[in-house]
């Protein structure tokens, strides 16, 4: 059963802390998107990687947030120091990435709180 | 003009009618189209892809796309009380894919 796998699903910390969040793709696909959600933004793109290189991270507050992919399996998306604003729930989506299309399969997420 | 827009909602129709779901993007060298379904506290879920002109049909599901009009839309035939989710449009913008802020569908028993 292929699917996008994502920890921890719930995170609840204190401003000025440092928040680690982790996605494993699905096997074989070699695109990674990160993307946070609120009501008032909708989904928002942070970053996204082709075969382990960032190709966009525009939407990414670079004071704070990084992300990187150590390895095929593996995506990471960091906070530091986080702030209340980041509270969101954040998704990765991962895809076989080819010039006609970017069909995204969703991770669960992980709801996270900074009080 | 944002890149993406659709009817936020709520849409409501009744069990059994189709469901109307319209999404406007702003780019003309968009190629790929999207919808996801999303239900309350879980993630987006691929419902439809459409790459071409036309009609694209898949069980209840059929994707419209008119590249000309740069609109795309999402009927639901005969829908169901489990159809109830919030609907969202996504382009494919350069190397990116771009989501709408989504419709909000209520289906009514």
């Known amino acids: 059963d292929a699917r996008v796998t994502q920890t921890p699903r719930h995170k609840v910390t204190e401003m000025g802390q440092e928040v680690t969040m982790r996605c494993q793709p699905i096997?074989?696909?070699?695109?990674v998107f990160w993307y946070r959600q609120t009501m008032m933004q909708g989904l928002e793109l942070l970053a996204y990687?082709?075969?382990?290189?960032?190709?966009?991270d525009s939407g990414m507050p670079k004071d704070r947030f990084s992300a990187e992919m150590p390895d095929a399996t593996l995506a990471t998306l960091k906070i530091q120091p986080s702030e209340p604003r980041d509270s969101a729930v954040y998704f990765c989506a991962s895809g076989l990435g080819t010039s006609g299309g970017n069909e995204q399969f969703f991770g669960p997420g992980t709801r996270l709180t900074v009080l | 003009q944002k890149e993406v827009e659709q009817n936020s909602g709520p849409l409501s129709v009744p069990e059994g009618a189709i469901a109307s779901l319209n999404c406007t993007y702003s780019?003309?060298?968009?190629?790929?189209f999207f919808w996801y379904r999303q239900y309350s506290g879980k993630s987006p879920e691929l419902i439809m892809s459409i790459y071409s002109n036309g009609d694209k049909e898949d069980g209840r599901f059929t994707a419209q796309l008119n590249k000309a009009s740069q609109y795309v839309s999402l009927l639901i035939r005969d829908s169901q009380p489990s159809d109830s989710a919030t609907y969202l449009c996504a382009v494919n913008l350069g190397n990116k894919v771009i989501f709408g802020p989504g419709t909000s569908l209520s289906v009514i028993p």
């Open positions: 096997l074989g696909h070699n695109t």
């Open positions: 990687f082709r075969n382990r290189a960032p190709l966009d």
């Open positions: 780019d003309r060298g968009s190629q790929s």
